[in-house]
């Protein structure tokens, strides 16, 4: 250790003899230097010396006590402050005693002290606020704004003198957010004085925040009478802080898209601090200087049945009043004549509805400046796009007769150029393009409906169409399939001939029955319902199809059926088909089965009545054969009639023309004897 300096305190028995620690001492002319513990902000505080008594020069040491305390304590409000206290004594000295005390004026006034290792808590407004630990550093919690003042720190040390420092501690307090508040009446730009654009305030700070403005981002400085800031501050009876700033300059329509916005500039323990506004817009009146004309529609190319409306906008705060008319040539004069158009504008815009052709023509609008009491004007063309006039037309002699030629003449007007394109029926494929169809050489497959569809190239959703019926004439045409249809004798049976041909044909049968005639897609359909007998069979039957352009006979061959047992229905030949229905359904058999189970009881029923009469002995000798035929005059006959409906066989005989004896109706004879 070098002679000069001090030893470290021995903090678990007070201070003994030596130097204070936490820093040395130069002797002769050299300076005094000091290291001391900082609690806040090491960067601004700087080592104050105390003044002592003079010492012994002979010692080579300094013969005062020095005492070191940071200049400046920082805390924020209601925090603990930290005030430290270093010094230094020769060696082998003791202290006497520490006092922190603080200077409200003039005077001192102790908050606690060390004497002799004693500890006292002096009457002040510290009490219960305030401690020291064993460096001798004073704790002061829950810091008010009172606080705000210079500590001193006073060392005795006997016969080498008394030293002290002094800190000042300083309490800050974060304000609250800035409120601006924008100048809602709005300004005007024509105005020659500065007019307030906003009103900034910042409450409860310590010490007093600073305010400044920024417009866009950008900071904004006085500038003559450009702009203007006008600053207060007012302390509460808190002691805490309001500062208010108030905005004043002179604002062009650019600024009309402009954001204003202030910010607080406040100290808190450790640095400066900022806290910015919300951004605000001002409502700012200027003159209109330009009015423009549009026309609002679904798109460029305005065509019939669109919704079409004017709007009218001009570039002032507040808008202008819009009025609108419609300008046409006087032919006699060749002035200009506006007709104003009726209906209220909303906000600059007004509805046409839907538009026709003619509303095409040259539109205006004015606007008046209710400030300047000027009017400007703007202009516009509105161009509604048509269709009209369309027609198709048939280049033909009446009727269309097949093999002949065909052609179809599409007509319509527009307002542009238009283009011609041919269907056949709804969804039939395209036929070509151009205003004339031709049609070479037409078979009647080729009647039916003819679509001219006309569109605008260049207009969207602008078409319109017609179509036309085309029909063509010709002799019957009846289609052959098969060559016959199977049937059976006395059967029912119905023939469907059909014909196809324009003039509507009509249809007869060679043969006589019950006949149905439709008309279904430009042909006749004709239904013959007849009995077949053998004679039909041998000849057959024909359907004749006959217009004025020609006859067609169909001959429908009867075949016999091979299978009569089971009921089928005749195959169509061609376009003719037969329909069979059976003599006897399927019941037959199940009621055979039951008249047979009766026949056989009363059979049984007979035997036993003759057996009981004695006409028929028993036993081994006596037994006969009632199945022999010599037998006669025992036989027993049992009637079976057919199941043959009574309306069927009234439809037969009706159908024949003939009627049979009750007695050979369907009857049949079981004869048991054999």
């Known amino acids: 250790m070098l002679p000069w300096q001090g030893k470290h305190r021995d903090r678990s028995r007070g201070f003994p003899s030596g130097w204070g620690w936490g820093g040395e001492i130069i002797s002769g002319a050299r300076s005094l230097e000091c290291a001391i513990v900082l609690h806040r902000r090491p960067a601004e505080q700087t080592c104050q010396r105390g003044h002592g008594n003079p010492g012994n020069p002979d010692t080579g040491y300094a013969s005062k006590v020095e005492v070191s305390t940071p200049s400046v304590v920082e805390v924020d409000?209601?925090?603990?402050?930290?005030?430290?206290?270093?010094?230094?004594?020769?060696?082998?000295?003791?202290?006497?005693y520490v006092y922190w005390s603080y200077i409200p004026r003039s005077s001192r006034t102790k908050v606690y002290s060390w004497v002799q290792g004693k500890v006292f808590v002096d009457d002040s407004p510290y009490v219960g606020r305030v401690s020291m630990d064993d460096t001798f550093t004073l704790a002061i919690t829950q810091t008010t704004l009172q606080d705000a003042r210079v500590f001193v720190c006073q060392v005795g040390a006997?016969?080498?003198?008394?030293?002290?420092?002094?800190?000042e501690l300083r309490v800050y307090k974060a304000p609250e957010p800035p409120e601006i508040h924008a100048n809602e009446a709005g300004i005007s730009?024509?105005?020659?004085?500065?007019?307030?654009?906003?009103?900034?305030?910042?409450?409860?700070?310590?010490?007093?925040?600073?305010?400044?403005?920024?417009?866009?981002?950008?900071?904004?400085?006085?500038?003559?009478?450009?702009?203007?800031?006008?600053?207060?501050?007012?302390?509460e009876a808190s002691g805490l802080f309001t500062a208010r700033s108030r905005l004043l300059a002179h604002v062009p329509r650019q600024d009309r898209h402009a954001y204003f916005q202030c910010q607080a500039h406040?100290?808190?323990?450790?640095?400066?601090?900022?806290?910015?506004?919300?951004?605000?817009?001002?409502?700012?009146?200027?003159?209109?200087?330009?009015?423009?004309?549009?026309?609002?529609?679904?798109?460029?190319?305005?065509?019939?049945?669109?919704?079409?409306?004017?709007r009218c906008q001009g570039d002032g705060n507040p808008p202008p009043e819009y009025s609108f008319f419609r300008v046409q040539n006087n032919t006699a004069t060749g002035e200009e004549e506006e007709q104003e158009l009726s209906g209220k504008a909303d906000k600059g815009v007004l509805s046409l509805g839907k538009v026709h052709k003619e509303n095409t023509g040259h539109y205006r609008c004015k606007g008046l400046d209710l400030d300047t009491m000027e009017t400007l004007t703007a202009d516009?063309?509105?161009?509604?796009?048509?269709?009209?006039?369309?027609?198709?037309?048939k280049e033909s002699p009446e009727p269309v007769l097949e093999g002949h030629n065909l052609t179809l003449t599409c007509e319509a007007r527009g307002s542009r150029p238009l283009a011609f394109h041919w269907h056949k029926d709804k969804k039939g494929k395209a036929l070509g393009s151009g205003q004339q169809l031709q049609l070479s050489n037409i078979m009647r497959e080729a009647a039916g409906n003819y679509i001219c569809e006309v569109t605008m190239p260049g207009v969207q959703g602008l078409s319109r169409n017609k179509q036309v019926l085309v029909v063509v004439y010709g002799k019957p045409q009846v289609s052959v399939e098969k060559p016959g249809v199977p049937v059976q004798e006395n059967e029912l049976v119905t023939l469907t001939c059909t014909a196809l041909a324009q003039p509507e044909p009509s249809i007869t049968w060679s043969a006589n029955g019950t006949v149905q005639n439709r008309t279904e897609n430009y042909s006749v359909v004709s239904n013959l319902t007849v009995q077949v007998t053998s004679k039909l069979m041998r000849s057959g039957?024909?359907?004749t199809a006959t217009n004025y352009l020609g006859v067609v006979t169909h001959h429908v061959h009867l075949e016999r059926r091979m299978t009569p047992t089971t009921p089928t229905t005749t195959?169509?030949?061609?376009?003719?088909?037969?329909?069979?229905?059976?003599?006897?359904?399927?019941?037959?058999?199940?009621v055979a089965v039951i008249v047979c189970i009766l026949v056989l009881a009363v059979l049984g029923a007979v035997l036993y009545f003759l057996h009981k009469k004695g006409k028929i002995p028993c036993g081994r000798t006596g037994k006969q054969d009632i199945t022999k035929p010599d037998a006669r005059k025992d036989e027993v006959v049992v009637e079976v009639k057919s199941d043959k409906l009574p309306e069927e066989a009234g439809l037969l005989q009706a159908t024949n023309g003939d009627q049979k004896p009750a007695g050979d109706q369907g009857e049949k004879y079981i004869d048991l004897r054999h």
């Open 266 to 310: 406040y100290l808190l323990a450790g640095g400066d601090r900022q806290a910015q506004s919300p951004k605000v817009q001002v409502h700012i009146f200027y003159p209109t200087e330009n009015v423009s004309l549009a026309i609002d529609a679904p798109r460029p190319q305005v065509k019939e049945g669109d919704h079409v409306a004017l």
């Open 158 to 167: 006997g016969s080498l003198g008394v030293g002290e420092n002094r800190t």
């Open 189 to 235: 730009v024509g105005t020659r004085e500065s007019q307030e654009i906003a009103e900034c305030v910042v409450r409860n700070s310590f010490p007093g925040p600073n305010i400044t403005w920024l417009k866009d981002g950008h900071r904004l400085h006085p500038e003559d009478d450009k702009v203007k800031i006008m600053d207060t501050r007012t302390q």
């Open 380 to 393: 516009a063309e509105l161009v509604v796009n048509y269709i009209e006039g369309l027609k198709v037309t």
């Open 77 to 96: 409000l209601g925090h603990t402050a930290m005030l430290p206290c270093s010094f230094f004594i020769l060696p082998d000295s003791n202290i006497t």
């Open 541 to 543: 039957i024909n359907c």
């Open 571 to 590: 195959a169509p030949a061609g376009n003719a088909t037969a329909e069979q229905k059976p003599q006897e359904s399927k019941g037959v058999i199940i």
